[in-house]
């Protein structure tokens, strides 16, 4: 994104806007004023055909999935412009105070962010610098509407899925409805031992065993093996390769090497040769994920979590867990290595 055309004094104020979430959008539109007076002025000004908001709807399934689960984009565009306003303060000159240029970890997970929305939505850039004020709200909303309809549907659909892999882990469990609550939680003594605390009290700075391969959490290193657990794993590829992905997947209670699928025989490797390619594409295809990043996996932890308990609609604070924090703090574990500099992406 180019830096700005100048620094504007517009008829406009934070003021003239309702609500917090539509503040990150007055630097786009004073810098949209400038550019068009530019442009006019060298007779050039131009006019390019917009997007369809059905197309922002569908491109904002990637935002829960990989950018960010809670908090609206508009987190992430602000940052943006916030270390913009520093640069071109530096190109001009004049003083930055040293409070500015030292980022807060929020900011830079934040800027990481913003990174990974033009990634994912490079159709997102060019509305961002042009779309006229009322146009770029409607972008927004499209996009929060397409994220809002994706989480929900996935939540759904892990909800009843995670039930068999419960089944074969726990045989001796009594056998759960697909399509209720009821019996999950900490309630439930099978699912409770995947919920309990690696210590006395899970907080934002603890994990759950659940995040670890099946009774191998290591006290004495607890980096070993996390988010390496197989239930954890069949939710991400039931989210986003696909379901049929993880029938070599399966969690038994006495496996050996929890993490890794179990060696196919030769009448289930023949089956798979005689079978047709698949034709549907993925969700990872979908939204151009290439690779498994910190987080999707902070997705997946987040809707395997919630498919374990016993609430009755997305909380995003249930009972003492806050799972904002908690998909913050799987983020921050891949993003920011604990002894190591912040890895802006």
């Not at 503040?23 to 390019?48: D, F, M, N, W, Y």
């Not at 830079?108 to 990634?119: F, I, M, Q, T, V």
């Not at 509407?145 to 009843?160: L, M, Q």
């Not at 029938?247 to 798979?272: G, L, M, Q, Y």
């Amino acid at each position: 994104m180019p830096p700005f055309a100048a620094q504007l004094d517009c008829e406009f104020s934070a003021d003239d806007f309702n609500d917090d979430q539509n503040l990150s959008v007055l630097r786009h539109c004073q810098r949209r004023i400038v550019e068009l007076e530019e442009q006019l002025a060298k007779g050039k000004a131009t006019k390019t055909a917009p997007t369809p908001l059905k197309n922002f709807t569908s491109l904002g399934h990637a935002i829960c999935k990989v950018i960010l689960t809670f908090e609206n984009i508009d987190v992430l565009i602000a940052e943006n412009d916030r270390r913009m306003d520093l640069e071109q303060t530096r190109n001009e000159g004049d003083e930055v105070h040293k409070e500015e240029e030292e980022h807060t970890l929020e900011q830079n997970r934040a800027y990481n962010g913003y990174k990974e929305l033009l990634r994912f939505i490079p159709a997102f850039r060019q509305p961002l610098m042009e779309a006229e004020h009322d146009d770029l709200l409607q972008i927004l909303n499209a996009l929060r509407h397409g994220a809002r309809n994706a989480r929900s549907d996935d939540t759904k659909n892990v909800k009843a899925a995670i039930v068999p892999w419960l089944q074969k882990l726990f045989p001796e469990m009594t056998a759960l409805d697909p399509d209720s609550r009821e019996e999950r939680g900490a309630e439930n003594p099978w699912i409770l031992t995947i919920l309990s605390p690696t210590e006395y009290d899970i907080t934002i700075k603890d994990w759950f065993i659940g995040l670890y391969p099946h009774k191998k959490f290591d006290p004495e290193n607890q980096d070993l093996g996390l988010f390496k657990n197989v239930m954890l794993l069949m939710v991400w590829k039931y989210i986003f390769t696909s379901p049929i992905s993880i029938k070599s997947t399966v969690p038994h209670e006495d496996r050996e090497n929890d993490d890794a699928p179990p060696a196919p025989s030769s009448s289930s490797t023949s089956r798979r040769k005689k079978a047709k390619p698949a034709t549907k594409r993925s969700v990872a295809s979908i939204i151009g994920l290439t690779r498994v990043t910190g987080r999707s996996i902070a997705y997946a932890a987040v809707q395997y979590c919630v498919a374990l308990s016993d609430a009755h609609h997305w909380d995003e604070h249930n009972g003492s867990f806050d799972y904002i924090k908690f998909y913050n703090n799987v983020v921050d574990f891949f993003e920011f290595p604990r002894g190591r500099s912040p890895r802006l992406m």
